[in-house]
């Protein structure tokens, strides 16, 4: 079944079928509470901080936790919801890629309220407080806490709510990088905690994948900034200003992981070997 996509005045059959849950789906009602609620981001952020942070003082002195099952579940919850996701907002990017080209894939809003995608943009930002659920595990079973993995989950929910409540341009490419890339890396996380030997390799694709996704993400920013002054993406200063150093550092955090991880790690060992 084809459905209609209103894409600047002008109108496109988009062939994708909607679920019946996609197209019940009042994308006005979740913009406008998003408006109203965005906010509460920044309680759900400090809520998070402070039971980040008090969560490893209290379990400094006390036994780590297995949580083994429990990690599996979630992981592979995190896992599938990201593989949908990622299929239903590509399919509907491609479309739009295909059909009316780059430019338009970047600054049109139709990804916020047309057919397929509307849902799962707004999935795809509300997804961002449950997420933070991802470091209880670490905190719980004691693991080394990364400031790439809290400041990331933070900014990532704080920049999503406040620009989903202005369907900004360029969030279609954002949503579904990030989608395609969590498809990959829960993946990784439920194998790993169900005991597969998962090949290195796969590892480093998963962190060339989101180096690459913050390197797209400041192109986009970049490019939401140029075409902004022609009046022709609805963007505000503000929100690309954000989104750049949100990227930026991503890039460089993300980056300087790989390094430390893999390319450095890899030269100690090949030192050793030759001592």
């Known amino acids: 079944m084809d459905v209609m996509l209103h894409l600047n005045g002008t109108h496109l059959h988009l ?7 996609e197209r019940r789906f009042d994308e006005r009602g979740a913009i406008a509470w998003m408006q109203e609620n965005w906010c509460t981001s920044f309680v759900f952020s400090a809520l998070y901080a402070a039971l980040v942070f008090g969560g490893q003082r209290f379990m400094k002195p006390r036994p780590k936790l297995n949580l083994r099952r429990p990690l599996i579940l979630w992981s592979l919850s995190l896992a599938v919801f ?12 491609f479309h739009v890629l295909s059909s009316s080209g780059f430019k338009r894939s970047i600054c049109d809003q139709s990804f916020y309220n047309g057919p397929v995608s509307k849902f799962w943009a707004y999935a795809f930002v509300l997804s961002k407080a449950p997420e933070l659920g991802d470091t209880a595990f670490i905190v719980l079973r ?27 341009a360029g969030g279609g490419w954002f949503m579904t990088m990030n989608y395609a890339v969590h498809a990959l890396m829960y993946s990784y996380y439920a194998a790993r905690a169900a005991g597969v030997r998962v090949p290195r390799p796969f590892a480093v694709l998963i962190t060339s994948a989101q180096i690459s996704q913050m390197a797209m993400g400041l192109t986009v920013s970049g490019l939401v900034y140029r075409w902004l002054q022609h009046g022709d993406c609805p963007s505000s200063v503000n929100n690309i200003m954000w989104a750049s150093l949100m990227y930026l550092s991503y890039l460089l955090l993300f980056a300087n992981f790989f390094y430390n991880t893999y ?10 070997k030759t001592e």
């Open 15 to 21: 062939p994708l079928a909607e679920y019946g849950f």
């Open 82 to 93: 990201s593989i949908v996701g990622a299929a239903r907002t590509g399919s509907y990017m």
């Open 142 to 168: 004691k693991q080394k806490l990364l400031f790439l993995h809290w400041y990331h989950h933070i900014t990532v929910l704080l920049y999503s709510w406040y620009s989903y409540k202005d369907m900004v």
């Open 263 to 272: 390319l450095r790690r890899d030269a100690d060992c090949k030192a050793k």
